[in-house]
């Protein structure tokens, strides 16, 4: 199994609302990590978990928070988010972090639209 | 700050056409990688490249390391429809170095005409 999942695969949300992407991968990858990306931009990186403990945070609003409930699962509960954070949120992992295993398996990513 | 400057940054090719995307960088990386996107999909991975002066092939794609590891090439030959997509290259910083965050390219959008 080669794949990462992510659901839901597109989400229209309200800026009051309260909704979560959900990624999950069973190649016993230990890095996991949250992109966001912008039509026809790079993803930009937004976290990094590293054996299920946060690794990084690139500075992102605490609208966005992110959850590791174990190796094989993220999520990211989304909070009163605004229209300019419509994007395509990719979920990617990897099999380590800082061992130079860093080729990075994403998923097909959620379209997120705030209303 | 280091930066992955992709070029061209947009294509528009006839198929049948040959083209070479570049990546280039002033920091030297470990490792370099090519994906590629198509529209409302995530990133695939297309190739690793790790010793300078390196060359990959992938069918019609040759992918090449520079020799001081501070840029790449991606070049395809008789391009299809097929491989339209957003190619980025990615670079993993030297081992032991402050971040080991994956750098993104800023990306080639390439669109093959029948």
């Known amino acids: 199994d080669t794949e990462v999942t992510q659901t839901p695969k597109h989400l229209v949300m309200g800026m009051t609302n309260k909704k979560s992407l959900k990624c999950e991968q069973h190649m016993g990858h230990r890095a996991m990590y949250w992109y966001k990306q912008k039509a026809k931009k790079p993803p930009e990186l937004m976290f990094v978990?590293?054996?299920?403990?946060l690794s990084i945070n690139e500075s992102v609003p605490s609208r966005f928070s992110p959850e590791c409930p174990n190796s094989s699962l993220l999520n990211l509960h989304l909070h009163a988010l605004q229209p300019e954070d419509s994007a395509l949120y990719l979920c990617a992992s990897s099999q380590g972090w800082g061992s130079g295993n860093t080729e990075a398996f994403f998923g097909q990513g959620t379209r997120l639209t705030v209303v | 700050t280091q930066l992955l400057e992709q070029s061209p940054q947009f294509l528009s090719i006839q198929e049948g056409e040959n083209l070479t995307v570049y990546c280039n960088s002033s920091s030297v990386f470990s490792s370099l990688q090519w994906y590629r996107q198509e529209p409302g999909e995530g990133p695939v991975l297309l190739v690793t490249?790790?010793?300078?002066?390196e060359v990959k092939k992938l069918k019609r794609l040759t992918f090449q390391f520079g020799d001081a590891r501070k840029d790449s090439s991606l070049h395809i030959t008789a391009a299809q429809p097929g491989d339209t997509g957003l190619y980025l290259c990615a670079g993993a910083p030297p081992y032991g170095g402050a971040t080991n965050k994956l750098i993104f390219g800023t990306g080639t959008l390439l669109a093959v005409q029948p």
């Open positions: 490249v790790v010793t300078g002066g």
């Open positions: 978990y590293s054996y299920e403990k």
